[in-house]
């Protein structure tokens, strides 16, 4: 399995940004994920990016978040715009090397990172 580990997360005002970063600590072509959970919440698919580069987004974040890879710094980034307080969540990285049908499926991902906490005040 490869090791995920994830950073950029943090506290924000509403309306504000951030950038979560994962990084993957060998290169192989796989599809990866940012899935969020919240306390109480099942953990849910955010955004997810294809080996071929596809990109797919929750509903909720379509139009505020942006995911994308650097395949020399083996990372996936998520940037977040127009944030609000019911992005509060841990979010986490995933990696599947799997091909699916829906890869904002939690099932589909075979390796998880830690996660970050993404904090968004009213």
């Known amino acids: 399995q490869v090791r995920l580990l994830e950073s950029g997360g943090g506290s924000v005002q509403a309306g504000g940004s951030l950038r979560l970063s994962c990084a993957a600590n060998?290169?192989?072509?796989?599809?990866m994920a940012w899935f969020r959970q919240a306390p109480g919440k099942e953990r849910g698919g955010v955004a997810a990016i294809t080996s071929g580069g596809s990109t797919y987004y929750a509903d909720s974040v379509k139009g505020r978040f942006t995911i994308s890879q650097d395949n020399v710094k083996n990372t996936v980034y998520l940037q977040m715009y127009s944030l609000k307080p019911e992005d509060t969540a841990m979010y986490y990285c995933?990696?599947?090397?799997?091909?699916?049908?829906?890869?904002?499926?939690?099932?589909?991902?075979?390796?998880w990172g830690q996660g970050t906490q993404v904090t968004v005040s009213s």
């Open positions: 995933a990696a599947t090397d799997l091909v699916s049908s829906d890869y904002l499926d939690r099932s589909v991902y075979n390796s």
């Open positions: 060998t290169y192989r072509r796989r599809s």
